[in-house]
């Protein structure tokens, strides 16, 4: 397999840059894996296993509706082109400028019955024909809140903490129209194993955590507790050094209180009567 370059242009591209980040990583994974003319197999499983084999950074196997998912959405952005001979599926990279040393594995897609809006055949305009093509196990992506019931409540199921569920399900679905619903899946499932173990108190209730796109912080923040923010490099917490400042000056008010307590005590005055004979 050549060696790929990665044009640093990629970062300015609109395309690139309005899918999610399981989109783009796939996109990359396939880059190392077409040959001169940008050509593979779009089979998700054989995808799955070519482009993910120790799965996602937890270490969880990546699913194939998240491929299907994703090679859709790459395919409706114009990133690659999917078509298919016979039984077989495939893809091609769109606007792929590698220079040709050998012959294409893989059939040319102009000979093929293509199953994307290619800019240069235009022979398909329908997405939904491609997402029945693709995907007709996965529901098909729209930012319909009617079309969208059964994902968002699958979705929904998956995050730690269940309370508000009409406001969760209009996060989870606002949260859909901009990344694809595998997409937010996977990123929900990975942060209820980082919740796993911690206060749940300190877990956002879900409509919090969509609304504000949670779901793209680091996954190391995932598993702070909220005090843990206070925390600097080393040292103990800022939350710790007050509650400490508070304790001591707690215990010093008691000890104060007890002293005067010992101070009140009732003195035996009898020792002046007897020393002392009073007027009678």
Known sequence: MPQRLLRPGIRQSKRWNRVGYFEQTL??????????????ESDPELLRSEAFPFGDPEGNPVTVPSIESALLTLASKDMIILYENGEKRYLQMSRWQERARS???WPDP?????LTNDSSCQQMKAPLALALALAPALAIRSNSVASLPGVCESIYAEYPKKVGKPDALKAIRKAISELSEAVILERTKAYAIARKGEDPKYTPHPSTWYNQQRFNDDPITWKNNSNEYFKPSSGPSLMSKEVDRVV???????ARESERDKADVPIDMSWISKAVKLPT
């Open 248 to 254: 001591r000056e707690m215990n010093a008010d008691v």
């Open 110 to 114: 102009k000979n093929c019955k293509m």
């Open 103 to 105: 012959e294409s594995r």
């Open 27 to 40: 996109y990359i994974r396939i880059i190392t894996l077409v040959d001169d003319f940008g050509r593979y």
